[in-house]
């Protein structure tokens, strides 16, 4: 999955689009990570929740399935649930990326899926390093924006939580031993358009003539 450094990237850029400011922006923010947060993969939460609970990953697409459950919230571009949905796209559509085009990949032959994994993280997390960011959310605001997560069922966070989330973003430590090793399957270029395109796919499907 992208890391949450690529989240919060292509959260700042759509953010920009459709001109997001003050609290909805940290809103949409906060949103683009709240699928992660109570996996407690990085931080350590007080709530644990399974990927497939966070995630919506059932029967359907994860974002496809989040949307039938939330559509009147996202039409109305509340910030919160738009992030989660965003969060849900994006992984998604990078994923897709990846295993479409290793697929027909001399670098994929021979390879199970674990191996296949571990080239996509890599390179994720490479990509990663090329970008850091916060979520903006100061130590007064927190438990304001844990209450507005707590609106969506599959979260269950506390002030303290996202500010754990601050700290680990602030030290932008997460991916340190990548910084400049090579790609393994995809150039920077590649991974430049893949996020713009994601970005307009995303505000295709779900924002029309909302998204400029």
Not at 110 to 120: F, H, P, S, T, V
Not at 153 to 167: G, H, K, Q
């Amino acid at each position: 999955m992208p890391s949450w450094n690529i989240h919060l990237e292509a959260g700042e850029r759509l953010a920009g689009k459709l001109k997001l400011s003050g609290k909805k922006r940290k809103a949409f923010l906060l949103g683009c990570l709240l699928p992660d947060i109570n996996n407690g993969y990085i931080n350590k939460v007080k709530v644990e929740k399974p990927h497939e609970q966070t995630h919506y990953a059932f029967d359907q697409k994860s974002s496809l399935n989040f949307y039938a459950e939330n559509k009147p919230e996202i039409d109305h571009l509340n910030p919160i649930y738009l992030g989660y949905l965003f969060h849900l796209y994006t992984d998604g559509y990078f994923n897709y990326d990846f295993y479409r085009t290793i697929k027909h990949h001399k670098l994929g032959e021979g390879l199970d899926r674990e191996a296949k994994r571990e080239i996509k993280h890599h390179d994720f997390w490479v990509y990663d390093t090329n970008f850091h960011h916060r979520l903006g959310i100061e130590q007064n605001e927190a438990k304001e924006y844990a209450a507005l997560a707590s609106q969506i069922p599959a979260t269950d966070i506390t002030a303290e939580d996202i500010l754990d989330v601050e700290r680990i973003l602030s030290d932008n430590a997460l991916n340190d031993a990548m910084r400049g090793q090579p790609y393994l399957f995809y150039t920077e270029a590649r991974l430049d358009r893949l996020l713009d395109d994601m970005i307009a796919s995303f505000s295709k499907d779900y924002l029309g003539d909302r998204y400029a």
